[in-house]
């Protein structure tokens, strides 16, 4: 049994009814969406945000309804559109190994298919009149357009601080992760401090991830689909990077922020970037991060009663920190 099949085991169930559930709600009147929308549906990823939506509302209340269902398949309709309009933006042709709606169908088509996953995704709210879940994922919507946008605007600057770089993963990747637990939490009947509190583990959860997915990127990952150096060829100062410059002299602050703006497809340039980053202690100050948000995450599930499903979301959180991809 993988990790992930172990996680899921307390909601087997739920996760099989939510695949009809999640099919019905991408059907459609016109046979080139129809299409499109199976192609997504054959290639999604180990659905980690439903898994968080349904591990939380059970972890509260055992008897998963009808509203955690709607919540799952909203948070995963708006996610599966903003990784669309991603690939769109960052020109990328390949997604978790297999050609993006962008390679495949080109970027007019792909924009007008994530609007309307989005509208799918705003119109199952309105007509199971879950207004509240609308509210938490229309907001976590906005903080991830808004992280985009900061971390394009900083890229051009190349003057990113820490305090900017956790803004703009809190916005951009934890933002959505806050909305899952915060959802599960919702569609459970839990009260406002409940769900504010979960959604402060899922947004702990969310920062833990990204420094892990930035993590990656300096360590040898071409086989498994991220290439080692993609970030700095992408020219994105991540935690490791910025660190280091932080406490670097003004001559290799200098060199290194030279390589990222004007040698950033250079293979051996970006890998004298990674060797500076590795030698200079940028891997494990950001390890320790990571690790500062894990246990702020668990810290809050522990105070929770004891369940299948807690035990589950707290392997699902160590599954964050030590994943290979």
């Known amino acids: 049994m993988s990790a992930t099949d172990k996680i899921k ?3 087997k169930e739920e996760m099989e009814k939510f695949e009809p559930f999640f099919r019905s709600s991408m059907q459609t009147e016109v046979p080139l969406l129809n299409v ?4 997504i549906i054959r290639r999604k990823g180990k659905q980690m945000r439903p898994m968080f939506v349904f591990l939380t509302s059970k972890m509260l209340k055992n008897d998963v309804g009808e509203s955690t269902h709607t919540a799952a398949a909203l948070i995963e309709l708006l996610h599966t559109a903003t990784l669309i309009h991603d690939d769109v933006v960052d020109e990328a042709y390949e997604r978790r190994g297999f050609f993006s709606i962008n390679a495949l169908w080109k970027s007019k088509i792909s924009v ?5 996953l989005l509208s799918k995704g705003l119109l199952l709210a309105v007509d199971n009149n879950e207004y509240d879940l609308l509210k938490i994922v229309s907001v976590a919507v906005k903080e991830m357009s808004e992280g985009e946008l900061l971390q394009i605007q900083q890229s051009r600057k190349l003057s990113i601080t820490e305090d900017i770089y956790n803004d703009i993963i809190r916005k951009k990747t934890a933002a959505l992760i806050a909305a899952c637990a915060a959802c599960g939490a919702k569609s459970s009947g839990a009260d406002d401090e409940m769900v504010e509190k979960l ?6 959860v969310g920062m833990a991830f990204q420094i892990k997915d930035d993590l990656l990127d300096y360590q040898n990952n071409g086989s498994i689909g991220k290439p080692s150096g993609n970030d700095i060829k992408e020219k994105k100062l991540t935690l490791p ?8 002299s003004a001559t290799d602050r200098k060199r290194i922020l030279g390589i990222v703006k004007r040698h950033n497809k250079n293979k051996h340039k970006v890998q004298e970037v990674i060797n500076f980053v590795i030698e200079n202690g940028g891997l494990e100050y950001s390890t320790n991060k990571m690790h500062e948000y894990k246990s702020k995450a668990l810290d809050i599930l522990a105070e929770m009663p004891e369940s299948e499903s807690k035990t589950s979301l707290e392997e699902l959180v160590n599954y964050v920190v030590v994943r290979k991809k």
Do not use: C, Q, T
């Open 241 to 248: 990077i910025i660190h280091v410059l932080k406490n670097a």
């Open 9 to 11: 085991a307390p909601i």
């Open 112 to 116: 007008l298919v994530g609007d309307y």
């Open 199 to 204: 959604r402060m583990f899922g947004e702990y």
């Open 36 to 39: 499109i929308m199976n192609y």
